[in-house]
């Protein structure tokens, strides 16, 4: 149908915000000299805020992501405004976005 959003792939990743900052903090438990950690999210839609981009997940939780390289605006337009799988680093702050799955295709950011 017209202005439904495709279906996501099954997706290796957290189904949400909430899931990929409780593995993080496991992690950080485990070993608190993480620098960097792996934040597969299955859904997330990129947004500009006034303070920078975010993702945004269904349930409403955000967080926030580096768009120093444009990453913003890239992974904006591969969303279309819906929900893709993103793949990036999480420093405890901010992702930084390294991929993102959308339209049936991986990009690289």
């Given at each position: 149908?017209?202005?439904?959003?495709?279906?996501?792939p099954?997706?290796?990743g957290?189904?949400d915000?909430d899931?990929?900052?409780?593995?993080y903090?496991?992690?950080i438990?485990r070993?608190?000299?993480?620098?960097?950690?792996?934040?597969?999210?299955?859904a997330a839609?990129?947004?500009?805020?006034d303070?920078?981009?975010?993702?945004?997940?269904?349930?409403?939780?955000?967080?926030?992501?580096?768009?120093?390289?444009?990453?913003?605006w890239?992974?904006r337009?591969?969303?279309?405004?819906?929900?893709?799988?993103v793949?990036?680093?999480?420093?405890?702050?901010?992702l930084?976005?390294?991929?993102?799955?959308?339209?049936g295709?991986?990009?690289?950011?």
């Amino acid at each position: 149908q017209h202005g439904e959003a495709p279906a996501l792939p099954n997706l290796p990743g957290h189904p949400d915000i909430d899931a990929a900052l409780g593995a993080y903090a496991a992690a950080i438990a485990r070993s608190p000299w993480i620098e960097e950690f792996p934040f597969p999210l299955v859904a997330a839609t990129p947004e500009a805020s006034d303070s920078g981009w975010r993702l945004r997940d269904a349930s409403g939780a955000v967080v926030p992501f580096s768009s120093e390289r444009g990453e913003g605006w890239r992974l904006r337009a591969l969303s279309g405004g819906r929900p893709i799988g993103v793949f990036g680093e999480w420093d405890g702050v901010r992702l930084l976005p390294l991929g993102a799955w959308a339209e049936g295709r991986f990009v690289a950011c």
